[in-house]
């Protein structure tokens, strides 16, 4: 009886890996718990452990090998006395280790193995490299402090960890300690240092491990860092970022997967700044360190990973406030942000194939809202449909809508439609979760419906 | 009585945490006071004492709105603070803030006409009684959120020690804020990074009309910090003296780099928790017995008067001079026009 060993996860969001390293060869005898392999992420490193005793009959996959997709078989164990020749690699599980293939489990409507966004239009006069959301943050923090000395970065495994989604990786190498704090876990006491040391002139970026965290300090965010401005008559400032992965992730329900987006929003004082590709990560989270205000950089760890052109040079800035317009369309307009991009480019595509050509506006910021963007839109196409992972009551999309109501009634065609996480709670469980979150479908479903079609 | 038995010190640990081996400190008793010393403590001590009498007063006559701390009975814990205060260093504080903002040397006029909720105020009206700052004299707040001052002081001294200034940040909290989780967390990275902050705790005993017995499982404020290895001392917060003392000890802690220091101020708050508060926690007696057996002002004006042969008349004149003072803050602030509604939507962002 043989059997397969997977390629592991590193965590809930993991898609696919390199093998770095075969530490047994194929006849070698191996005990449940001998390390077998070592593979990495861009995010960390682990040790694949046998589950079972036997001989390691087969090395499927090599050591080297580039984006092994996760649960796929990478080598096979057999029963000792069991002979190597009756070793049968599932077709199946093997097929699903090839690139761009979709597995069985990844939802229709998300192709979960591609990590690469659709291209987004970039200037052609302006030269570009390919780079995740990942390094696009690390970039921008890295460029930020060696222009600044009084920028500096604390947060819970910022430093000698390289960050708990790699974001921070090798700034402690190039800054030192004094500039990348490693905190413990204290998120209400952290935040509130961080504003203090900003109001005494420094820049910190004061980074969450994810913001489902950041509840335990919204006190200090919103009590200390939004309001100190105005109540002291605009005497005190606080250039601060809060950064660190926001929403839903992957499997880990109701605590851990939240969108705050509409949260902040609310606040007078915050900005808001919700980035989807890299070159807008990169250029936003400039423009968060450098401006004079607390400013809440809410990333997405299922974007983390994704790969886009970036301008090269470091000074280009992506100014707050200002949406893009991310595909151009007269039919209808469809509005997001962060992760909600993913679902609204390809229903777009999906649309195009449909003959209704549909303009897609990425918010990027979400205070100061850039209605002047979603409204220009709205009175070409006279349709909007909204697109985002928060729930509904009190959402990004009902703030749009009440605003498209007020100042282009007489311009709409149909009612303005909101595409969101569902009004409850995130479960845990694979199907339960997929239905929890919008699907491409309901946004076509949605944008149809406002084109009468 | 207990505000005056506290200046005898805690040099040595509790038993209960004799395994901690908390750092002690020799009590830092007693400094004499020159004449010069004691008058200005004097002048200052009334000076907040007047201002707070006024402001009562005003919230009478509806001239000020909201919620207002007065600070009365307190004075010699800001007054003999301030006395260890160099050049560059911050002070933070909760929400009975108008007494460190004067011993800061904010005018008095500014805070009284943001009392008032005028344009001239220190926060052009809009922060109020418990939301004032002032960058030029580095006080950084008058904070509404009973707690939230102390990771923002701490936040202060951690800029210190960034910048390398030699600057230390004072950072004043009460018996109530005392027992919030933020001030825990905070001490903790305060020893860890060993930032120069100065923990202040003002115990006027009672966290509104809760008295410390009711709402702390241990009183002594001053050993709230052992378990992070910070050293502290109870002081009688209610001779100048003392309070001067411990000040100049703890300050000269912080610069050398030692880290953080907490000192618990043994206080009394005479008026009630802010303006409208029932009085049924505790009795008249026990407010009384306070007042003429312990005021800080009253122990500086019977040294000079004994110790130091001052005269009545020129105590006299430090009164008319303050009272001018007062005086002439109340009218501006009662006369100084509103803010411009214009002002509404500015400083909501720089």
């Not at chain 2, 009392?115 to 950084?140: D, N, V």
Request: glycine share 10%.
């Amino acid at each position: 009886m043989s059997v397969d060993i997977l390629m592991p996860a590193l965590s809930p969001t993991m898609e696919q890996g390199k093998l770095t390293k075969w530490l047994k060869k194929e006849g070698d005898s191996v005990r449940a718990g001998d390390v077998l392999a070592e593979i990495e992420t861009d995010k960390a490193t682990m040790e694949v452990e046998a589950v079972d005793e036997g001989t390691l009959a087969k090395i499927i996959v090599p050591e080297g090998t580039e984006n092994v997709a996760v649960n796929s078989p990478i080598g096979v164990i057999i029963a000792e006395g069991e002979s190597v020749n009756n070793v049968s690699v599932n077709a199946a599980a093997l097929k699903a280790q090839m690139p761009g293939m979709p597995t069985a489990e990844a939802p229709p409507s998300l192709s979960t193995t591609s990590v690469v966004a659709p291209p987004e239009p970039v200037a052609t006069d302006v030269a570009t490299v390919k780079m995740t959301v990942r390094e696009a943050l690390r970039d921008a923090m890295a460029e930020e402090m060696r222009r600044d000395p009084s920028v500096f970065v604390m947060g819970e495994e910022v430093a000698e960890y390289q960050g708990a989604y790699k974001i921070t990786q090798g700034l402690l190498e190039e800054f030192g300690e004094k500039r990348v704090v490693d905190t413990p876990i204290t998120e209400h006491a952290f935040a509130g240092i961080g504003i203090g040391a900003a109001m005494a002139g420094l820049k910190p970026i004061v980074e969450f491990m994810t913001f489902n965290f950041a509840m335990q300090a919204i006190d200090q965010i919103i009590n200390s860092a939004a309001k100190t401005h105005y109540m002291s008559g605009g005497q005190m400032e606080c250039p601060i970022v809060f950064r660190g992965p926001n929403g839903a992730a992957a499997r880990v329900a109701a605590q851990h997967s939240q969108d705050y987006a509409a949260w902040y929003s609310h606040v007078p004082g915050l900005k808001v700044v919700v980035p989807y590709s890299a070159a807008d990560a990169k250029g936003l989270l400039k423009s968060a360190i450098r401006d004079p205000n607390p400013v809440i950089f809410l990333e997405n760890e299922i974007l983390y990973g994704h790969s886009f052109e970036v301008p090269e040079g470091d000074d280009v800035l992506v100014p707050i406030g200002v949406a893009r317009i991310a595909r151009p369309g007269k039919d209808v307009t469809l509005v997001s942000f962060g992760i909600g991009m993913t679902y609204t480019l390809q229903a777009a595509d999906a649309l195009a194939g449909e003959g209704i050509e549909a303009e897609v506006i990425d918010l990027r910021t979400i205070r100061p809202l850039d209605i002047e963007t979603v409204l220009a839109s709205v009175r070409k196409t006279g349709r909007c449909v909204t697109v985002e992972e928060g729930w509904p009551q009190s959402g990004v999309g009902s703030e749009i809508s009440a605003r498209l109501m007020e100042r282009a009634f007489d311009y709409l065609d149909a009612p303005v439609l909101r595409i969101t996480g569902r009004d409850v709670p995130m479960p845990y469980a694979a199907n339960l979760e997929k239905l929890a979150l919008p699907n491409v479908a309901e946004v076509v479903a949605a944008a149809k419906a406002v084109c009468y079609r | 009585m207990a505000a005056t038995s506290g200046s005898q010190g805690n040099g040595s640990a509790a038993p209960e945490a004799a395994s901690l081996t908390p750092i002690s400190l020799p009590n830092a008793g007693l400094t004499q006071f020159t004449l010069d010393e004691e008058l200005a403590a004097y002048r200052e001590m009334l000076l907040i004492r007047r201002f707070e009498e006024k402001a009562g007063q005003m919230y009478g006559m509806g001239l000020i709105g909201g919620f207002c701390h007065l600070y009365i009975g307190q004075e010699a814990v800001i007054v003999g603070m301030t006395r260890a205060i160099k050049p560059g260093d911050q002070t933070i504080t909760g929400y009975r803030d108008h007494a460190h903002m004067l011993a800061c040397g904010i005018p008095p006029k500014a805070v009284m006409a943001e009392l008032t909720g005028r344009a001239h105020g220190i926060s052009k009206g809009k922060g109020g009684s418990m939301h004032m700052f002032s960058r030029e004299h580095r006080f950084y707040g008058g904070h509404g959120i009973v707690g939230a001052q102390v990771p923002l002081g701490t936040g202060l001294a951690f800029a210190n020690r960034y910048n390398g200034n030699g600057n230390i940040s004072f950072t004043y909290f009460g018996d109530g804020a005392a027992n919030q989780g933020q001030v825990y967390e905070s001490f903790n990275m305060a020893e860890l990074w060993k930032l120069p902050v100065v923990y202040v705790i003002e115990n006027n005993r009672y966290a509104m009309g809760t008295s410390v017995k009711r709402a702390s499982a241990m009183t002594d404020f001053s050993k709230r910090g052992l378990s992070f290895n910070i050293p502290g001392e109870q002081v009688d917060g209610m001779d100048v003296r003392a309070v001067a003392a411990a000040a100049t000890q703890a300050a000269q802690w912080c610069r050398d780099g030692n880290g953080p220091i907490i000192l618990e101020m043994l206080t009394y708050r005479y008026r009630g928790h802010s303006m409208s508060d029932p009085a049924k926690y505790r009795t008249k007696e026990e407010v009384q017995k306070m007042r003429t057996e312990s005021d800080p002002i009253e122990q500086v004006r019977e040294r000079l008067l004994n110790t130091h042969q001052a005269s009545e008349a020129s105590l006299k004149d430090i009164d008319a001079e303050v009272r001018a003072l007062i005086g002439e803050a109340a009218d501006f602030a009662t006369h100084d026009s509103e803010p411009d509604p214009a002002e509404l939507y500015t400083d909501v962002w720089k």
